[in-house]
């Protein structure tokens, strides 16, 4: 009988500590920029991006198309050291003509960062510094460098329109 | 009413009592069997029959496995295995890309104690048996590919991701563990044993290459997140009898 339950209590303790390391639950792995828009004449108030379109440099995609939002998540390209992007609001009723274009560049180092066995390698983008087009629809952001983009808890840069 | 729950408990207890005993000098006294089953002790060599197989039916792993014990006192055996494994660990992302893709090779030792639970019949001398080891592995790990995960769930990835096929090894890394076994063995012919055993394996330390980490560890198997492992051995052995009590 004692022997038994020694069997048991090994038998549970092997069964009640299985578990499972397949699936990688954390998303993204990879950190993404979280852009956060900004009124330019109230500056401490969020504000919509009417009918928003994103698009990178030498894509066929879009990652929005006309969305309404105030905040955004955007990735960027590992392979490259820069990654431009065009921004497209219509704060008019839509029509095509009333279109606004601004060109939003991101510029960095890349750094490749082990994380598990189901999550693999991410990329930690060092150095980042953002500039804009002065003729588009965006007036103002802050800042303009960030050491290092690998979190994805708070808003890494604002902007303001 | 729970005020009185123990007292109503008490109304359904009875004692049942017997006034007749059994005379003493009625009893036949019975001889005690002196007849003592000898079994034999001595060392046991074998090999783990089952690396050999693994090995040709999978084409990412190789490994071999020399066991031994010897028997100290009736129930308690030193245990030993000695063995060389090498294995490609894959963690698919997509059916042609590996999100990593990992081989280990190296030696390992594992010594410990087997205790037999099992109580013989005759001159018998199978067991069931509990086991311990302390396990410590010496091994390179080479990291083959990997591909930077930059997708997300939603959307998949909208920069394609960088393929890495560098092959970077670390060497002299390091794993030392503890392990618990629980097993049988069957003497199927004179002196030649069967076994079967499983085990769960904790690490307690192990030296990781720089900025990645150790998948897979020989002798203990693949390490997973929690620092834990499972194993199994089938085995024979031969028993080379050095004296019988």
């Known amino acids: 009988m004692k022997k038994n339950i020694l069997f048991l209590v090994l038998l549970t303790s092997i069964f009640a500590a299985c578990e499972k390391d397949d699936f990688c639950i954390q998303n993204p792995v990879t950190s993404r920029l979280i852009i956060d828009f900004y009124d330019d004449t109230n500056r401490e108030t969020l504000k919509n991006v009417q009918r928003f379109s994103i698009i990178a440099e030498g894509k066929t995609d879009s990652l929005f198309v006309n969305t309404t939002s105030n905040s955004i998540a955007i990735p960027l390209n590992s392979l490259t050291q820069e990654t431009r992007y065009t921004l497209k609001k219509n704060d008019e009723n839509g029509a095509e003509v009333d279109d606004k274009i601004a060109t939003f560049t991101i510029q960095y180092d890349t750094e490749e960062e082990f994380v598990s066995r189901s999550c693999g390698f991410k990329v930690i983008f060092n150095n980042v510094a953002f500039s804009s087009d002065t003729n588009g629809w965006i007036t103002d952001f802050t800042p303009t460098t960030i050491i290092n983009l690998d979190d994805q808890s708070a808003a890494h840069v604002q902007i303001f329109h | 009413m729970y005020k009185y729950f123990i007292s109503i408990c008490l109304l359904f207890v009875f004692a049942e009592n017997f006034s007749q005993e059994?005379?003493?000098?009625?009893?036949?006294?019975?001889?005690?069997?002196?007849?003592?089953?000898?079994?034999?002790?001595?060392?046991?060599?074998?090999?783990?029959?089952?690396?050999?197989?693994?090995?040709?039916?999978?084409?990412?792993?190789?490994?071999?496995?020399?066991?031994?014990?010897?028997?100290?006192?009736?129930?308690?055996?030193?245990?030993?295995?000695?063995?060389?494994?090498?294995?490609?660990?894959?963690?698919?992302?997509?059916?042609?890309?590996?999100?990593?893709?990992?081989?280990?090779?190296?030696?390992?030792?594992?010594?410990?104690?087997?205790?037999?639970?099992?109580?013989?019949?005759?001159?018998?001398?199978?067991?069931?048996?509990?086991?311990?080891?302390?396990?410590?592995?010496?091994?390179?790990?080479?990291?083959?590919?990997?591909?930077?995960?930059?997708?997300?769930?939603?959307?998949?990835?909208?920069?394609?991701?960088?393929?890495?096929?560098?092959?970077?090894?670390?060497?002299?890394?390091?794993?030392?563990?503890?392990?618990?076994?629980?097993?049988?063995?069957?003497?199927?012919?004179?002196?030649?044993?069967?076994?079967?055993?499983?085990?769960?394996?904790?690490?307690?330390?192990?030296?990781?290459?720089?900025?990645?980490?150790?998948?897979?560890?020989?002798?203990?198997?693949?390490?997973?997140?929690?620092?834990?492992?499972?194993?199994?051995?089938?085995?024979?052995?031969?028993?080379i009898p050095f004296s019988k009590k």
């Open chain 2, 22 to 239: 059994q005379k003493k000098d009625n009893i036949i006294p019975q001889e005690k069997d002196t007849v003592v089953y000898k079994t034999n002790y001595g060392l046991r060599l074998g090999m783990d029959i089952s690396r050999p197989i693994f090995s040709s039916l999978y084409s990412n792993y190789n490994g071999l496995e020399i066991v031994a014990d010897y028997r100290i006192k009736k129930n308690l055996y030193i245990a030993a295995e000695i063995g060389f494994e090498e294995k490609t660990s894959i963690e698919e992302k997509t059916s042609t890309e590996d999100l990593l893709n990992s081989t280990s090779k190296g030696n390992y030792i594992r010594l410990g104690l087997n205790y037999n639970a099992y109580d013989n019949w005759l001159d018998m001398n199978n067991e069931i048996f509990v086991g311990y080891r302390y396990g410590f592995s010496l091994f390179n790990q080479t990291l083959n590919n990997y591909t930077t995960n930059v997708s997300d769930v939603e959307n998949g990835p909208y920069f394609p991701a960088v393929i890495n096929n560098i092959g970077q090894t670390s060497t002299s890394l390091n794993a030392h563990w503890s392990e618990f076994m629980i097993g049988v063995k069957a003497e199927t012919l004179h002196n030649l044993f069967i076994g079967f055993s499983f085990s769960y394996k904790l690490l307690m330390s192990v030296k990781d290459p720089e900025n990645f980490k150790t998948l897979f560890s020989p002798g203990f198997n693949r390490i997973f997140e929690s620092n834990t492992g499972f194993g199994i051995n089938y085995t024979i052995s031969y028993l």
